[in-house]
């Protein structure tokens, strides 16, 4: 059974800063990607960054320069630092992992909250 916990998610004003972590544990195959999605109220989910085995990162326009998403392969973490934060970047972070069969998997979420 696979397990992915995410934390750092939070409350913090208009330009703040945020890092979120998750988490993998549990049985499964070497990992490929590891990315978080997010998700606001009434909105599809989307892909914010995700970052391969090799090292290589993808955003979504809206986040780049702000956001940056690295990994610890070795504590199969993931890790998003989101700076500038913006009133439309509230959602709920979702942390994603596929591993080397495609097999994916989901954590619960971390909401994220701007506001002053």
């Known amino acids: 059974q696979v397990q992915l916990v995410e934390s750092g998610g939070g409350l913090v004003q208009p330009g703040g800063s945020l890092r979120l972590s998750c988490a993998a544990s549990g049985s499964f195959f070497s990992i490929y990607t590891m990315a978080w999605y997010r998700q606001a109220p009434g909105n599809e989910r989307e892909l914010v960054a995700r970052?391969?085995?090799?090292?290589?990162?993808n955003y979504v326009d809206s986040v780049k320069g702000r956001f940056t998403i690295s990994r610890d392969s070795a504590k199969k973490t993931v890790y998003v630092q989101m700076n500038s934060l913006k009133p439309e970047d509230p959602a709920v972070y979702y942390c994603?992992?596929?591993?080397?069969?495609?097999?994916?998997?989901w954590g619960p979420g971390a909401q994220v909250t701007v506001s002053s």
């Open positions: 970052i391969t085995s090799g090292g290589s990162t």
């Open positions: 994603n992992v596929i591993d080397s069969r495609m097999s994916g998997f």
